[in-house]
């Protein structure tokens, strides 16, 4: 497995996390942000590129991850989409829904938007666990 090729479709699954997060959050639970505005900032082109590029950003230290673990063990090289999608869920359930789900208990944010919140990590996640998982097949 080499560590640049994973580490670019790291990349590669965090920038397509770009477009399913613009689909998920974006599209369908936006409206819920709207129920809270005093908890939101205002958003633009700058707040888009930012979290853009941190999406890609995390997308390479989910890379990173998965080559130094050396992603889920076990199978054969054409069970890479089981062991990407292994990979996504688990760091969702390790790193990003504890966080979507404190900060739900902590911050007056509707439920639709942890829910969105919580949907858009997880596909992204998986996005980026396949592309990995491709990468070191």
């Not at 997060?21 to 809270?36: A, M």
């Not at 908890?39 to 890609?56: K, N």
């Not at 673990?69 to 292994?86: E, I, M, N, Q, S």
């Amino acid at each position: 497995m080499s560590l640049a090729r994973v580490l670019v479709a790291g990349a590669v699954g965090g920038f397509a996390s770009v477009f399913s997060s613009w689909l998920v959050t974006g599209t369908v639970f936006h409206r819920y942000q709207r129920l809270t505005p005093e908890t939101w900032r205002p958003e633009g082109p700058t707040q888009y590129a930012l979290s853009s590029l941190l999406l890609v950003l995390a997308g390479v230290a989910v890379g990173l991850l998965f080559y130094l673990t050396g992603g889920p063990l076990g199978g054969d090289a054409h069970a890479w989409v089981a062991r990407g999608l292994l990979f996504g869920s688990v760091v969702w359930l390790a790193a990003a829904c504890p966080i979507h789900l404190m900060n739900a208990i902590y911050v007056r944010l509707h439920r639709g938007v942890t829910i969105g919140l919580l949907l858009d990590s997880l596909v992204g996640l998986l996005l980026i666990g396949v592309a990995c998982a491709w990468a070191a097949r």
